[in-house]
């Protein structure tokens, strides 16, 4: 799960909201169908907790803290040296962030093509990543 999804998934007037809360009440039936990373999270708390108010951001990132289906991977060293390395590898293209970057390095890892993202960063490189809502 991308910083877009969740900001799509908690914001109703989000055009395709309804789209990424569908997928999102489906994986979430099964555990360890919603992956994210401290690196999201951290772009996700920072930029809500800046538009919207206190008593709606602070609930909504609360509650994914605590879900039993949600699972919060960590970029640690290694992850954060594997991401930069693959960084440099990516001088055409330098719009991706770094934190979707960091993203790429767990879900090749652990097996995982599907993200749900509102930009098409994890489809430019080419390493058979699919976004979600299609």
């Known amino acids: 799960m991308d910083t877009w999804g969740w900001v799509a998934l908690a914001d ?8 990424v809360a569908g ?11 919603i992956i994210t990373s401290n690196f999201v999270l951290d772009e996700l708390f920072t930029q809500y907790f800046a538009r919207r108010p206190f ?5 909504f990132c609360s509650s994914i803290l605590l879900s039993p289906n949600i699972t919060v991977e960590f970029v640690d060293q290694e992850r954060f040296q594997t991401a930069f390395k693959f960084r440099l590898k990516l001088a055409d ?8 970057i960091t ?11 599907d993200v749900m993202t509102g930009d098409n960063h994890f489809q430019q490189v080419n390493l058979g990543f699919r976004t979600l809502p299609e």
């Open 12 to 19: 109703g007037r989000e055009p395709r909201h309804q789209a």
């Open 23 to 33: 997928i999102y009440a489906n994986r979430s039936c099964a555990p360890g169908q």
């Open 55 to 59: 008593n709606e951001a602070s609930p």
């Open 93 to 100: 293209k330098p719009r991706i962030s770094f934190t979707d």
């Open 103 to 113: 993203s790429m390095v767990i879900m090749r890892e652990m097996g995982i093509v």
